[in-house]
């Protein structure tokens, strides 16, 4: 059976909406916005579960309407949070940067895909350094009024932002 791994925000509720949908042996790591920290520690703790496990696939998924994101968006609430005000501060930054280079009718979508593709881009290093085969690495949102999870946009699209003269 295939195994998979997970990275969700525990403000989406996802966990029986994937086990519902995607049929296989499925492990969870959460944390608010998918704002996980890949420090050593949790690296390490990574690279035994996905070895002892023999995952072979990773998944970043958010909702559309993502609790955390959409504060970051807006009141920022939470910022007070531990470890949050870095992440709402990015988040910030890339709604800027989308409103400025992009013409979307979806910016969060386009928001959400910079987040997860960094965040993607971030744990590939990691694995990379570790000399750890990396198992395939993808970002999902989930749109809970059509109610299916959509690819992120790819990186070529969400790449770093261009200043135009």
Known sequence: MQKHLY???PTDHLEPIINSTFKQENYYFTSLGNSIVFD???VSQLKELL???NIQDISFVL???NRIVSDALG???FSGITGLSNFYNQITRQRENSEEVWQTYNHQFLILSHHLNDKIKELK???KQLSVDPPKINGKIYN???EVFSDIY???ICGAYVQVN
Do not use: E, G, V, Y
């Open 154 to 156: 790819s990186d070529l």
């Open 144 to 146: 809970r009024h059509q």
């Open 51 to 53: 070895q002892t496990k």
């Open 40 to 42: 050593t520690n949790m």
């Open 75 to 77: 009141k920022q609430a």
């Open 63 to 65: 909702s559309d309407n």
């Open 125 to 127: 290093l990691c694995l």
């Open 7 to 9: 990275f969700i925000c």
